[in-house]
């Protein structure tokens, strides 16, 4: 009875999108099921022509509206609230969090195809989401975990360049010496070496995202089990779906760790343009630098401490609680820490956003996971108990805007109750999620003709005189 109440709420989610259809952009959401349909190049091809026009339309009917007014402390803080770029994919609400082509977290998990029965969404159906704003079907699904394994043999030159440095060299050095390496093959920069024409930039960018987004997992788990294991790689098990796979040659095959890594995977891949990684990949992509040489810049940009790598810190930071306190960590024990961080000049990880203004969904949907599957875990119970400490210290500090957790404050724990406990890997694991999104906006971007980016800066004489010129 209640999978049917399941069911029947899926289908009214369904009919309200199909529904929503012209508001949402009018982007097709729903589709019939015929040959071509199981081709994602193909549902491209025909959404493109469209989505040009409505370009088009919109530059020559709106170029002119204003958007909000700049001001000085914008342009010292960092271009917050600043809009300035096309981003399809998705869009960040302050309070509401992230929407993947208008579908909130909550959405996804009903709507999109899953592995196991009531299970988490499948990240090769939020990528057919993202490239086409369409719900994916099982069979689309399916076609694209084939495409992306069909895809994924890493030449032999590519582990020998992450050989030559040091095992010591941290996971994003060797991961992203691995996303340099794969360039050599790009299609984009051969199509371009001989002429292709602008019209066209986006098949070979098509093909480069996806020949990417299916390579990661091999190299990223060679770094993991080259650093962490025994340098034995483990091979590709075809039978299994994207995010279960890269769980395997990682070394990691409890059913619980599959259904988390397609959680982890899905969640992580896309967070509006304005982030650090992604706002990287598509300012370099303007250059037409291909999707490997933007997606390596966009990972640079990931490895900050304020950015991806904040879920290495959080991690860190929570054993650092116990190696101080012992386990059994009270409250007052918990705030006196959070406190001393503060007052040593450091920021509290996983709390805070640059454009959030609540909890993260994405945290909420990993402590949901959390309270399924792993309630008497003890580090678990220590990230509930910070989300109480943390978000009113941050408030009594009075300069945070945002005190509450984001998705990094939660990652670290589901992976190291699984057995993957080494922090210094999991920044890798969000910059293979993390191809999703940005690679979908490059082409997005190529197809769309989008220009060289290329903003004002001005110095400080230059506002000063403005602000002077403006008073008088
Ligand atoms: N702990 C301590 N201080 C903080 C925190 C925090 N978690 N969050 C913000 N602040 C400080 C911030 O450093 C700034 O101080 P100051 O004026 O002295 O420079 C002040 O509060 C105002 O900052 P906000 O406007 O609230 O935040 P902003 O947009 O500048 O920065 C973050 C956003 C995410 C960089 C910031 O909240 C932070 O450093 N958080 C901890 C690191 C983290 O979790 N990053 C991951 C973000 C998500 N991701 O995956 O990328
Ligand atoms: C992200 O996922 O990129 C982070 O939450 C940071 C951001 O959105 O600015």
């Given at each position: ?37 199981l081709?994602l ?71 999109l195809p899953t592995a196991v029965e009531?299970g988490e969404p499948l990240p090769e159906g939020l990528l057919w989401l993202l ?5 994916p079907?099982k069979e689309q699904v399916n076609s694209l975990s084939k495409e992306l394994l069909a895809r994924s043999s890493v030449p032999?030159?590519v582990y020998?360049?992450i ?8 996971p994003?050095?060797?991961f992203?010496?691995g996303v340099?390496?794969l ?26 995202v996806l020949n990417l987004i299916a390579r990661l997992p091999p190299v990223a788990s060679y770094v993991y089990r080259r650093i962490f294991k025994d340098g034995k790689s483990i091979e590709a098990d075809n039978a299994l779906d994207y995010a279960a796979n890269f769980s395997h040659m990682l070394g990691f095959d409890d059913p619980k760790m599959l259904e988390l890594m397609r959680l982890y995977i899905t969640i992580h891949t ?25 997606f ?73 996971f ?41 990652s670290?724990?589901l992976l190291?109750?699984f057995g993957l406990?080494e922090?210094?890997y999991y920044?890798v694991l969000f910059g293979v999620s993390r191809s999703m999104g940005?690679g ?33």
């Amino acid at each position: 009875m209640a999978f049917f109440r399941g069911l029947t709420a899926v289908s009214r989610l369904r009919s309200r999108m199909a529904n929503e259809a012209t508001t949402l952009g009018g982007v097709r959401w729903l589709q019939m099921q015929s040959a071509s349909d199981l081709d994602l190049r193909s549902q491209l091809q025909e959404l493109i022509p469209e989505q040009q026009d409505r370009l088009k339309k919109l530059k020559s009917e709106h170029g002119k509206v204003q958007l909000g007014n700049i001001n000085v402390d914008m342009v010292l803080g960092g271009m917050r609230g600043m809009i300035g770029m096309l981003w399809e994919t998705s869009l960040l609400d302050p309070e509401e969090g992230i929407r993947f082509r208008g579908l909130s977290i909550p959405e996804c998990q009903k709507v999109l195809p899953t592995a196991v029965e009531g299970g988490e969404p499948l990240p090769e159906g939020l990528l057919w989401l993202l490239l086409t704003g369409k719900v994916p079907t099982k069979e689309q699904v399916n076609s694209l975990s084939k495409e992306l394994l069909a895809r994924s043999s890493v030449p032999a030159h590519v582990y020998k360049a992450i050989d030559a440095l040091p095992v010591t060299a941290h996971p994003m050095t060797q991961f992203t010496t691995g996303v340099m390496a794969l360039q050599v093959e790009s299609e984009f920069q051969k199509a371009y070496d001989k002429g292709l024409s602008k019209a066209k930039f986006w098949e070979p960018t098509y093909e480069d995202v996806l020949n990417l987004i299916a390579r990661l997992p091999p190299v990223a788990s060679y770094v993991y089990r080259r650093i962490f294991k025994d340098g034995k790689s483990i091979e590709a098990d075809n039978a299994l779906d994207y995010a279960a796979n890269f769980s395997h040659m990682l070394g990691f095959d409890d059913p619980k760790m599959l259904e988390l890594m397609r959680l982890y995977i899905t969640i992580h891949t896309d967070h509006e343009g304005g982030n650090v990684s992604a706002h990287t990949g598509h300012l370099v992509g303007s250059a037409l630098s291909d999707p490997y040489l933007s997606f390596a810049a966009a990972l640079n940009g990931l490895a900050g401490p304020l950015h991806g790598l904040a879920n290495q810190e959080v991690l860190l930071w929570i054993k650092s609680v116990i190696e101080e306190t012992g386990s059994g960590v009270t409250t007052d024990q918990l705030k006196d820490y959070v406190w001393k961080t503060l007052k040593s000049g450091k920021v509290v990880p996983g709390f805070g956003h640059g454009v959030l203004r609540k909890t993260d969904p994405r945290y909420s949907c990993q402590r949901e996971f959390a309270l399924k599957h792993l309630p008497e875990d003890p580090l678990f119970q220590l990230v509930s108990k910070l989300y109480e400490v943390v978000p009113p210290i941050l408030t009594e500090l009075g300069k945070v805007k945002n005190p509450w957790p984001n998705v990094d404050a939660h990652s670290g724990v589901l992976l190291n109750h699984f057995g993957l406990s080494e922090a210094r890997y999991y920044t890798v694991l969000f910059g293979v999620s993390r191809s999703m999104g940005i690679g979908s906006q490059l082409i997005w971007d190529r197809a769309l003709g989008l220009p060289l980016e290329r903003p004002k800066s001005v110095t400080m004489e230059w506002l000063e005189n403005y602000c002077k010129n403006k008073a008088a």
